[in-house]
């Protein structure tokens, strides 16, 4: 798919999201050849990406919430994990979507339970250790910090 193309079809899937599905139309890239397409920080909350080929893709930043992926073939080190809190992706081993929260996998190692409470509070320090252990079950074992381990919740 070209880009002009794939351009026209996000922005109307970007109407269609922000006008609650009233106008514009849902992305429908179900079989589309996205080898290598610049998705970064692309809002596909609810596309039609069965059967994609988004291998070397940049998804950095995606939001893939609700995103219809059977069969699709993602990048590298890409997961969507379904069943948490909190939607959960992890986009080329690198960056991890929590909530409305990205950030890249080491940001995630190292905050401090300041920041995690700024997020979400309550609900987010309790969540945090579970997404270490989320990050530490696809990309392996990585830093805790210290508060994390100190409380006893790891």
Known sequence: MNSADLSKILEEHK???TSMRE???????CGADLRGADLRD????????CGADLCGADLRGADLRGADLRDADL???TFVILG?????????G???????????VEEWRKYSKHE??????????????RLLSIIDFYLGAGEWPDWVKNDGEE
């Open 15 to 17: 109407v269609w999201i």
């Open 116 to 129: 995690i409470a700024e997020m979400d509070g309550r609900k987010a320090l309790k969540f945090y250790p």
């Open 84 to 92: 948490e809190k909190y939607f959960i992706s992890i986009t080329n």
């Open 42 to 49: 692309a809002d596909l909350r609810g596309a039609d990406l």
């Open 94 to 104: 690198e960056y991890v979507r929590a909530g409305c929260q990205n950030h890249t």
């Open 23 to 29: 106008s514009g139309s849902r992305a429908d890239l």
């Open 75 to 77: 990048p590298d080190l």
